[in-house]
């Protein structure tokens, strides 16, 4: 038989998990522009892996010596390698 509080709890870790994943994504979409370690960061890669795919897919912005990679556009890459 199962214990009413375990049961309660792990039904707090799914919505806890579920809060935490909603505030991710809105992270992602929130921002249109992120610097290289804020990508990696949200992408939950390194930074020499968000570094290639943002060259590879066009997405780097310069703005004087500071670069902004763009989230739409790293999104539609990332897209094409859907299985």
Do not use: P, W
Not at 3 to 14: E, I, M, R
Not at 41 to 65: C, N, T
Not at 74 to 80: F, P, R, S
């Amino acid at each position: 038989m199962r214990n009413g509080k375990c049961f309660a709890l792990s039904c707090a870790d799914n919505s806890m998990q579920k809060k935490r994943e909603e505030h991710e994504s809105d992270e992602r979409t929130e921002k249109k522009f992120v610097r290289y370690a804020e990508g990696a960061e949200i992408y939950g890669m390194s930074l020499r892996k968000f570094q290639d795919f943002a060259k590879e897919a066009g997405a780097i912005h310069k703005v004087g010596k500071m670069v902004l990679v763009s989230c739409d556009i790293i999104d539609k890459y990332l897209e094409t390698f859907r299985v």
